[in-house]
């Protein structure tokens, strides 16, 4: 199957940093999903980026499909901010999950 | 328009009990998936409905997971008996098409302790 690789594994900010998020795919993928964990164990969609660059808010995100990989930025972090990011890449109708960035922003 | 939503949102049994998990998908979504992430490791993969039909059950880590989705509404995940190591959070997911435009939807997860 389709192997999802993310970087970095962990990552402490101090509230008002940027940082970029990066995740690596193994083969051409239909669609790739950003998702959220937050500390409630909740998993937010954030983005549904197959290719191109999606904007919402502090959060952005760009997808290289030829070149096999996207990148999530965080602008502006804040608190809230933490928890676990995933990539995920979709083949057929399956999500081939990364390991996750665990994200700390600190006050 | 509610969400994806999974009962219980906790649940502690001992080994070698039953646990039934619930998972109401978005109305009108007739693709449902079930989906878990154990300790420390990537989510995974486990079952994918279309309707009552199971299209994909490759994930399912052995034969004490059953599911159903009776009806092609809710879905239900039943590990009898259970053991430690299927303790972990029990995503439910649902999306309306299988064609790539669409986004797949999670819940918030069934934390599972088998102790």
């Known amino acids: 199957g389709i192997q999802v690789e993310q970087s970095p594994p962990d990552l402490i900010l101090q509230e008002g940093a940027n940082s970029t998020l990066r995740c690596n795919f193994s083969d051409s993928v239909n669609n790739l999903q950003w998702f959220h964990q937050n500390p409630w164990g909740q998993l937010i969609n954030l983005f549904y980026i197959p290719s191109g660059t999606k904007q919402n808010g502090r959060l952005s995100a760009t997808t290289v499909a030829t070149e096999r990989y996207s990148l999530l930025y965080i602008s502006s972090s804040q608190t809230t901010d933490s928890g676990v990011y995933f990539c995920a890449a979709l083949t057929n109708y399956k999500l081939s999950f990364g390991a996750g960035t665990t994200v700390t922003v600190r006050a | ?115």
């Open chain 2, 1 to 115: 328009e509610a969400g994806v939503t999974q009962f219980p949102s906790h649940s502690v049994i001992e080994k070698g009990q039953t646990v039934t998990l619930r998972c109401d998908p978005i109305s009108g979504h007739d693709n449902l998936y079930w989906y878990r992430r154990v300790m420390g490791k990537e989510i995974k993969f486990l079952l994918h409905f279309v309707k009552e039909s199971k299209q994909d059950e490759s994930g399912m880590p052995n034969n004490r997971f059953l599911a159903e989705r009776t009806g092609g509404t809710y879905s239900t995940l039943k590990v009898q008996p259970a053991e430690l190591e299927d303790s972990g959070v029990y995503f439910c997911a649902s999306s309306q098409r299988l064609s790539s435009g669409n986004t797949i939807y999670f819940g918030e997860g069934s934390w599972l302790t088998v102790v």
